[in-house]
């Protein structure tokens, strides 16, 4: 079934993008790097595909029958998931006057808008060779996901607070977590990979003492990190 394979190649490249995303914010090379700036357009023209299709895609109405006129596909759409394609496609920042570094990246959070689309993957059919797996297992499995997603958020958005306080100017008085740690800007897979190990740690245990903050703010965000780890996996 075309539909179910459409629905399938649109959550693979869902997921792409929440990974990327991310990155691309916390890393702050914006449009720099080819191989990223390409996966922004291609996702972007799937999720605009997606929206035209969805508008000529029938619905099982209320009463469980198949819709199949226009009008009503038009207007079931537009209630429900058609808000969350939208702000989840339209490239905001694309948009914005990109002179005020700070400014900038301020704009291109609404790239987060791309995690909306999450919601969209609980509608995808779940092989029965998973539904057949052990309970105890896809709890295992499903923490261990959910605990690598959430290390990625906070890692790539610890490595934004410290761009962040570049654009205001704080390196004069405080150097960040990653210079105190003898890494440059663009060590990018290198920040990242500490990002996403300090993540973890802090998640997970009080961390190692390796990677401390350096400013407020990157204080205020390990206590927030501290506390909302021991939230989730406390």
Request: proline share 3%; glycine share 6%.
């Amino acid at each position: 079934d075309f539909k179910i394979f459409w629905d399938v190649f649109v959550g693979v490249f869902t997921i792409v993008s929440i990974i990327v995303v991310p990155i691309q914010l916390g890393m702050g090379f914006g449009n720099d790097i080819l191989a990223f700036n390409i996966i922004d357009i291609v996702t972007a023209l799937i999720f605009g595909v997606d929206i035209i299709a969805n508008f000529r895609t029938a619905f099982v109405n209320d009463i469980g029958v198949v819709d199949t006129i226009p009008q009503h596909i038009f207007v079931s759409y537009g209630k429900t998931w058609f808000p969350v394609d939208f702000v989840s496609t339209v490239p905001v920042d694309q948009m914005f006057d990109g002179s005020d570094a700070k400014a900038l990246r301020l704009v291109r959070l609404f790239r987060l808008l791309k995690l909306f689309r999450l919601l969209k993957l609980k509608r995808l059919a779940v092989p029965e060779y998973i539904q057949e797996m052990p309970i105890s297992l896809k709890k295992s499995i499903k923490l261990f996901c959910s605990l690598i997603f959430i290390a990625h958020l906070f890692g790539c958005f610890w490595n934004y607070v410290s761009i962040m306080q570049l654009a205001d100017g704080v390196k004069a008085e405080h150097e960040t977590w990653w210079e105190a740690d003898g890494l440059q800007q663009k060590a990018y897979e290198h920040r990242y990979i500490a990002g996403l190990y300090w993540a973890i740690t802090t998640m997970t245990t009080v961390g190692y003492g390796d990677i401390l903050p350096r400013s407020d703010a990157e204080r205020v965000y390990a206590t927030a990190s501290m506390l909302l780890g021991a939230t989730v996996f406390g």
